[in-house]
């Protein structure tokens, strides 16, 4: 049952390997715009996670990040005509200064106080939006974004997949190398005992928010993504289900780890697409499951069953 | 002038039912450590039962708060028992996500039992209003003041004066300690839980008839105790109690001399002062010296 490294870094490339052949196998818009939008949402899962599964804090205000960098990139382009290769990155830096600030503003008394802010923030840019008429068109939307367009080719749905594909790709490392650098072990330290922690120099406040910079910057990006490759943005990005998807996304699919808040955001982009047909009760589902999973699934899905496999791959050892 | 003693009154008026909520919440961030984020969807349920039982099935208003008031404290102790009893030994995170699980959960139920449009109940009294100078009172609204009033004595006497609100107030002070002199810790927990929920309920129902319902009122709902609590000191009742009156001027003079679309968004700028320039709440001197009755 042993594989040499190399065996084992070649198994691992296989999932991406997949992933990038998708387009050529599916030719179906439906299908792909669902991907793209599990996409959106793995950017979204996986940048919350860096919160809530990395340093244990909980940010509900996960929504209004991905809306101002929407609104950010969307008003760029409809205002000014600037187009997504600088509309995103504004959308990122402006997202990364205000986790900057409110970071800043409400890590020095911790928990709670994090939690009301960030769930106020999402309140807050719902109202500002609906009524500053004449800058966002208030709950009527931003109407003709410009799609995406690279030297001169306009993108098609196979285009916006690879261009979120790398997106999700990129983060993933990201967050892979965070949780394996002197930054991840400091997050951990902290998450589980952080005066110990700052006994041994880890400045915590700084690193919750560097942490929560990192976070609201990638929501900004994929809030960039979003209003360019819908091309219609509405005050709606702001409401709190959003985020309450994405923190169910997380703790289903098991926080602190890599995959899974991907698998999360997955199954959750692919549920209600089956699940149309009961759409009214989808909230009220997403409420028990995430009840539920609290109650009995703690870790959530990936590490769940890492341990299963994990065990019988001890079992096995055992026999062998 | 008159304008603004008219904005002044009306403040007041709402402010006391955001007292109760805030009463609510800070009782249960107090004694248990976690912030209630279901607490918006108690007080819905609160506008709805006293919907369903007195506009709906016409039963006597009084007889209606009542046995809402009770409804929503077994629905409180309920929920503790079954979904925050075996998160004691968890990070409070856990206990704040079931909360938040659970206020999706109310909400959508709601917006399936009772549908998505707002609905209004009746006034409590006949309408009239007679004015002193030139501010204008309504019989209704000094009803729903007086009756905010009468539970936050009630509540206070409640904590300050009988056998529960004392194991209340030493749970508060040192939660082992108390456990080891005999104090129910897990019956604290379920009593002040199910209690705060049903203060919340109060607040709706005092409202109810003031504005219309609907499922979804909840969310502002919770994120004005949250206001309230902050301004007040987290744990801190006689706080709260301020807190809501301050947030009820605020948001009525805000809404009358800035912006009235901006009416909700005055309490963020409360929360977000406060926790700038004085974390530990406006009434607080140095520490906090536990549950003021």
């Given at each position: 049952?042993?594989?040499?490294k190399t065996?084992?870094k070649?198994l691992?490339t ?5 992933l ?9 818009n439906?299908?792909?715009n ?10 979204l899962a996986s940048s919350?996670?860096i ?27 409809v205002r000014?005509?600037?187009p997504?290769?600088?509309g995103?990155p ?9 986790g900057?600030?409110i970071g ?5 008394v ?5 939690v009301?802010?960030t769930?106020?923030?999402g ?8 009524n ?8 009527l ?5 410009s799609?995406?367009k ?10 916006y ?19 394996n650098s002197?930054?991840?072990r ?6 589980e005992?952080?005066?110990l922690?700052?006994?041994v120099?880890i400045?915590?406040?700084r ?14 990006i ?6 360019h ?10 409401l709190?289900?959003?985020t309450v ?14 995959l899974?808040?991907i698998?999360g ?5 692919l549920?209600?697409e ?5 759409d009214?009760?989808r ?5 028990l499951i ?10 959530g ?8 496999i ?5 079992a096995?050892h055992?026999?062998? | 002038?008159?304008?603004?003693f008219?904005y002044l009154?009306?403040?007041i008026v ?11 919440m ?21 506008a709805?039962?006293?919907?369903t039982?007195?506009a709906?099935?016409?039963?006597n ?7 809402t008031?009770v409804?929503?404290l077994f629905?409180?102790i ?14 409070s995170?856990s ?6 699980g ?11 039992i009772?549908g ?9 009294v006949?309408l ?10 309504s ?6 003041f007086l ?6 004595i009630f509540t ?15 749970t508060?002070q ?7 002199v005999?104090?129910?810790i897990?019956?604290?927990?379920s009593i002040t839980?199910?209690?705060g ?18 499922p ?8 004005k105790?949250f206001?309230?609590v ?21 948001e009525?003079?805000g ?12 309490g963020y ?6 926790i ?18």
């Amino acid at each position: 049952m042993k594989m040499n490294k190399t065996t084992t870094k070649l198994l691992q490339t296989i999932p991406v390997l997949i992933l990038l052949a998708v387009p050529v196998v599916v030719t179906n818009n439906y299908v792909l715009n669902v991907l793209i939008m599990a996409g959106i949402w793995t950017l979204l899962a996986s940048s919350l996670n860096i919160m809530i599964g990395l340093v244990g804090q909980l940010s509900m205000g996960h929504a209004a990040f991905y809306g101002i960098g929407a609104y950010i990139s969307g008003l760029l382009s409809v205002r000014l005509g600037i187009p997504i290769w600088l509309g995103m990155p504004a959308a990122g830096l402006a997202t990364t200064f205000l986790g900057y600030l409110i970071g800043k503003l409400t890590f020095r008394v911790r928990g709670s106080a994090f939690v009301l802010v960030t769930l106020g923030l999402g309140e807050v840019m719902r109202l500002v939006t609906n009524n500053w008429m004449s800058l966002t068109n208030g709950p009527l939307g931003l109407q003709g974004i410009s799609p995406v367009k690279l030297f001169g080719v306009n993108f098609t749905y196979k285009h916006y997949y690879y261009f979120i594909l790398l997106l999700v790709l990129l983060v993933s490392y990201i967050i892979w190398r965070i949780k394996n650098s002197r930054f991840g072990r400091a997050f951990i330290a902290m998450n589980e005992n952080e005066p110990l922690a700052n006994a041994v120099a880890i400045h915590s406040e700084r690193f919750l928010v560097l942490a929560f910079m990192i976070s609201t910057c990638i929501a900004g990006i994929a809030g960039s993504f979003y209003a360019h490759y819908v091309t219609f943005i509405s005050p709606d990005l702001f409401l709190l289900s959003n985020t309450v998807t994405i923190v169910v996304m997380v703790i289903v699919g098991g926080k602190g780890t890599v995959l899974g808040p991907i698998v999360g955001a997955i199954i959750f982009t692919l549920l209600p697409e089956w699940l149309r047909a009961i759409d009214n009760y989808r909230m009220l589902i997403y409420g028990l499951i995430l009840m539920f999973s609290i109650l009995f699934m703690k870790r959530g899905i990936v590490p769940s069953f890492a341990r299963i496999i994990k065990k019988k791959r001890g079992a096995l050892h055992e026999y062998s | 002038m008159t304008v603004f003693f008219q904005y002044l009154v009306n403040g007041i008026v709402i402010g006391g039912t955001y007292s109760l909520i805030g009463m609510g919440m800070t009782l249960i961030f107090g004694i248990m450590r976690i912030v209630n984020f279901a607490h918006g969807e108690f007080y819905m349920l609160g506008a709805y039962f006293l919907y369903t039982l007195w506009a709906i099935l016409g039963l006597n208003p009084v007889l209606s708060m009542l046995f809402t008031f009770v409804l929503i404290l077994f629905l409180g102790i309920g929920f503790e028992q079954l979904f925050l009893r075996p998160l004691r030994k968890e990070s409070s995170t856990s206990s704040m996500l079931m909360t938040i699980g659970f206020s999706i959960v109310l909400q959508n139920a709601a917006l399936l039992i009772w549908g998505g449009a707002t609905q209004t109940v009746p006034t409590l009294v006949d309408l009239k209003t007679f004015s002193i100078g030139d501010v204008v009172f309504s019989t209704d609204r000094i009803l729903v003041f007086l009756i905010s009033l009468t539970i936050i004595i009630f509540t206070s006497l409640f904590i300050g004066r009988t056998k529960t609100g004392r194991s209340m107030r030493a749970t508060f002070q040192d939660m082992e300690a108390a456990e080891v002199v005999g104090v129910n810790i897990e019956r604290v927990y379920s009593i002040t839980f199910g209690f705060g929920a049903a203060l919340a309920a109060a607040g709706g129902f005092l409202l109810a008839p003031l504005f219309v319902i609907s499922p979804t009122m909840g969310a502002l709902a919770t994120s004005k105790a949250f206001a309230v609590v902050t301004a007040g000191g987290l744990g801190n009742v006689r706080g709260a109690i301020l807190g809501g009156l301050l947030l009820g001027v605020v948001e009525s003079l805000g809404a009358g001399y800035i912006a009235s679309g901006y009416k909700d968004a005055f309490g963020y700028l409360i929360i977000i002062l406060v926790i700038l320039f004085k974390p530990e709440g406006l009434m607080s001197r140095k520490r906090k010296k536990g549950v003021h009755a």
